[in-house]
């Protein structure tokens, strides 16, 4: 991995896990993030809320270190996102979980192997593994759906796999891209609890959703987006929050 | 994935079989096409006939016999016998055949730069025979042939198994395209380059492998039937001791060609797809 500078480390010591100053990005020639202004810390739940077409998830592909910046200054798990190898975005990416709109699966796969799979890539060996992965199967409520092929799971069952393979490292950065895509609205709250309590660990939580009214879930630091600019709008009170089920 | 092949990697595997099955049959048929080049240079290099021109009478073409059987570079010497004449010269009663007074002789491997003929022809002056060499070991005319036919076995067998081996490499690619999907996700969870693209190798490479043994191994059977239906002599007992370990040379490179192809074709594409997926936008 690069060296860290001394402002990388300085982030990464007051607890900022990402920091975008007046970041610009898009696709193609299009610019779809316009001068963001944002921060993601540990122990720390966001939700960026916005109409269809916002930028929601371009800010997440931002955040997980796919999108390239084309404009300001980007610091995402203490690596400077303009100058850094591509080794070392790999790298910083391992300490991300993230939690698709679309999730990619190896179809042919056991959701358990799809959800251990960081594990693998991270260089850990299956019998260190296999009861973490059991516990996060439990956890996130897929039983024995686990030990079938991804193909065969529906969407909820899909978006639980996923929310699991994103817990699996134990990241610092959890990032979510409309999680209750396709769920109840109960087992949608019952999701965003169960992210939101990771900020328990210590991780820091960024959750994308049309849906405000999630804020409630938690303690949530609640920002806006429309037409690619991002603006913070109110913290959420703990008094607010609902009971996990 | 960890189960039985799919259909589509079913076919993939019979493709890459296929291919590494002509490049061993290839390669076996220059084999075969060096040996006979070797058989008919070294036949035309190691044979000659002498002709007795004095003294006369029998016992000089006797003496010559003798002599030759000591000469340098001949390995055994015969005189062409009335029975032998009237073969050589298609005649039904060896009585009718002329009384010849030729000697064959069956000559040791010599370096181009020896003259055979004049080693001979002196060796059998020094035993008071004057002779000639009617039929001397040819190694100014036909050795070309011989070479040529060798090398464009050798270059056509290398260029056609390079075509095999292009091809191997473009069905990988398409392997890797299936496997597009474990490149993304890989990607996302942070695997580098060099792993993304090595695990999509490594499965590219192990199906070359077992796709070259099968081919290799097909083209060996049809190596043994063919050597057995067409070459003289051959039969199940013979047949050890008429293959030299080189011969098996294209059916041991059929699986490492076929694995390092499919490999190399594989990693070139998901390596591609891995830099699709890390860098969107």
Redesign the interface.
């Known amino acids: 991995m690069a060296r860290l500078n001394h402002v990388e480390v300085d982030l990464l010591q007051q607890g900022v896990l990402a920091r975008l100053d007046g970041v610009d ?4 020639p299009t610019t779809v993030l316009l001068e963001i202004e944002f921060e993601a810390r540990v122990g720390e739940v966001a939700l960026i809320t916005g109409p269809s077409a916002a930028g929601k998830t371009s800010l997440m ?1 931002l955040l ?1 270190l ?3 910046i084309r404009a300001g200054t980007a610091t995402i798990m203490g690596v400077d996102v303009a100058r850094a190898t ?2 070392a ?8 979980g ?1 939690v ?1 709109e679309n999730p ?6 056991s959701a358990f ?2 959800i251990a ?2 594990l693998q ?2 260089g850990r060996r299956a019998q260190d593994y296999t009861d973490d992965v059991r516990e996060l199967v439990d956890f996130v409520g897929l039983g024995e759906a686990a030990d079938l092929p991804m193909e065969k799971l529906s969407g909820a069952e899909r978006r639980r796999a996923a929310i699991a ?1 994103a817990l699996a ?1 134990k990241p610092a950065l959890i990032l979510a891209d409309d999680p209750t895509a396709g769920m109840s609205p109960a087992d949608g709250r019952r999701i965003v609890k169960l992210l939101a309590e990771m900020r328990r660990v210590g991780a820091g939580v960024v959750i994308a959703s049309q849906d405000e009214s999630l804020a409630t879930c938690a303690p949530i630091q609640l920002w806006r987006i429309d037409r690619g600019k991002l603006s913070p709008a109110e913290e959420s009170s703990t008094a607010d929050v609902e009971p996990i089920e | ?2 189960n039985a092949l ?1 259909g589509v990697e079913r076919a993939m595997f019979w493709t890459l079989a296929a291919a590494a099955f002509a490049a061993a049959a290839a390669g076996l048929a220059a084999r075969a096409t060096d040996r006979l080049a070797e058989g008919y240079d070294q036949a035309r290099r190691n044979y000659a006939i002498v002709r007795v021109l004095a003294p006369e009478g029998p016992e000089a073409v006797a003496a010559a016999e003798t002599a030759l059987n000591a000469a340098p570079h001949v390995a055994s010497a015969a005189r062409i016998t009335a029975g032998r004449a009237a073969a050589l010269l298609g005649l039904a009663n060896a009585e009718d055949a002329p009384p010849l007074r030729l000697i064959e002789v069956e000559l040791n491997p010599a370096p181009d730069s020896a003259d055979v003929s004049g080693d001979i022809v002196a060796a059998l002056a020094q035993g008071g025979v004057t002779a000639e060499m009617v039929e001397a070991p040819d190694v100014e005319s036909g050795g070309e042939i011989a070479s040529w036919v060798r090398a464009a076995a050798f270059w056509g067998a290398c260029a056609f198994g390079l075509v095999m081996a292009v091809i191997v490499w473009l069905a990988a690619r398409a392997l890797a395209a299936r496997g597009r ?2 490149v ?10 060099a ?1 993304a693209a090595g695990r999509i190798a490594d499965e590219a490479a192990l199906m070359g492998l077992y796709a070259g043994l099968a081919g290799g191994a097909l083209a060996a059977a049809a190596g043994v039937v063919a050597i057995l239906l067409m070459a003289p002599g051959a039969n199940l007992e013979t047949l050890a001791g008429m293959i030299r370990p080189l011969d098996l040379a294209p059916v041991a490179a059929a699986p490492i060609g076929a694995a390092v192809a499919a490999g190399l074709g594989a990693r070139a594409a998901a390596g591609y797809f891995y830099a699709r ?5």
């Open positions: 990005s898009g696709y193609g592909h997980r796919a999108l390239p591509p080794n975005l790999a790298q910083a990416k391992r300490r991300i993230y698709g990619v699966f190896v179809e042919q796969w192997d799809n799979m960081p890539v991270a393979r490292a | 994935m960890r799919s999907e474990m993304t996700v890989l990607t996302d969870l942070g695997a580098t380059r792993q997926a890390a860098r969107l936008g």
